[in-house]
T-cell receptor, first 112, second 114 residues
Framework: KQEVTQIPAALSVPEGENLVLNCSFTDSAIYNLQWFRQDPGKGLTSLLLIQSSQREQTSGRLNASLDKSSGRSTLYIAASQPGDSATYLCAVRTRGASKIIFGSGTRLSIRP | DAGVIQSPRHEVTEMGQEVTLRCKPISGHNSLFWYRQTMMRGLELLIYFNNNVPIDDSGMPEDRFSAKMPNASFSTLKIQPSEPRDSAVYFC????????????FGQGTRLTVV
C-alpha cells in the first residue's frame, strides 16, 4: 500500500529565505508526482507535475525534484515571500490502480 | 474551460438527512476522484472512476456513502443517513487520462452535519 509522508508538518521562516519541503513515498511504482498549494478554506492549486521519467520541473521561483528510486521529492522555493504562506501537499499517482495518494502537507508561514 | 465545478459550496444539514454532493469534471477528462479532507485525517481518497466506471471504492467509509457517474460530465456523492462525523470538506478532481496526467481540483463542498 502506497504511503506518502511530508516532513516537516509546519515550517516558519523569515521572508527572503530559500527553503525546501520534503515528500517521501513508499512504493516507487508511480506514474507521476504532483505538488499542490492550498490556502486556508480554499481548494487545491496545482504547482508542478513531475513525470516518473523526469528528474525535475521548474516554474518561476519553484523547483521540484524527483528521485523515484529512493522514494523522495523536494520542492524548493527561492526567495520566499509572505504570499507563499499556505499548505503545500504532494501527491503520487500509483501504477496499476492509478490512484492519487496525498501526503498530509506542510504548513508554511513566511514572516515579513 | 471553467475547471472542475462542485455544488453546493456549503451544505448544512441535520443528522439523519440525505446529502448529495455534485461534481462536473473538466470536459474531455475521463478520470474522476472524490476526496474527503479533515484536520485529523488530511485528504482521503474515497472513490475513483475511469470512463464513468468505478475502479476503486475501497476508501468509501461505509455503506452510508455511495457515488455514481451516470455520464462523462456528472458525478454525485451521496450520504444517507448523514452523521455529524461526516462533517468535512469534500473535493472532486479530474484528470485527462488514467496515468501520467495532471489532476485538477474543484473548490470543494464544505459539509456540516448538526
Amino acid at each position: 500500500k502506497q504511503e506518502v509522508t511530508q516532513i516537516p508538518a509546519a515550517l516558519s521562516v523569515p521572508e527572503g529565505e530559500n527553503l525546501v519541503l520534503n515528500c517521501s513515498f513508499t512504493d516507487s511504482a508511480i506514474y507521476n508526482l504532483q505538488w499542490f498549494r492550498q490556502d486556508p478554506g480554499k481548494g487545491l492549486t496545482s504547482l508542478l507535475l513531475i513525470q516518473s521519467s523526469q528528474r525535475e520541473q521548474t516554474s518561476g521561483r519553484l523547483n521540484a525534484s524527483l528521485d523515484k528510486s529512493s522514494g523522495r521529492s523536494t520542492l524548493y522555493i527561492a526567495a520566499s515571500q509572505p504570499g507563499d504562506s499556505a499548505t503545500y501537499l504532494c501527491a503520487v499517482r500509483t501504477r496499476g490502480a492509478s490512484k492519487i495518494i496525498f501526503g498530509s502537507g506542510t504548513r508554511l508561514s513566511i514572516r515579513p | 474551460d471553467a475547471g472542475v465545478i462542485q455544488s453546493p459550496r456549503h451544505e448544512v444539514t441535520e443528522m439523519g438527512q440525505e446529502v448529495t454532493l455534485r461534481c462536473k469534471p473538466i470536459s474531455g477528462h475521463n478520470s474522476l476522484f472524490w476526496y474527503r479532507q479533515t484536520m485529523m485525517r488530511g485528504l482521503e481518497l474515497l472513490i475513483y472512476f475511469n470512463n464513468n466506471v468505478p475502479i476503486d471504492d475501497s476508501g468509501m467509509p461505509e455503506d452510508r456513502f455511495s457515488a455514481k457517474m451516470p455520464n462523462a460530465s456528472f458525478s454525485t456523492l451521496k450520504i444517507q443517513p448523514s452523521e455529524p462525523r461526516d462533517s468535512a470538506v469534500y473535493f472532486c478532481a479530474s484528470t485527462p487520462g488514467p496515468m501520467n496526467t495532471e489532476a485538477f481540483f474543484g473548490q470543494g463542498t464544505r459539509l456540516t452535519v448538526v
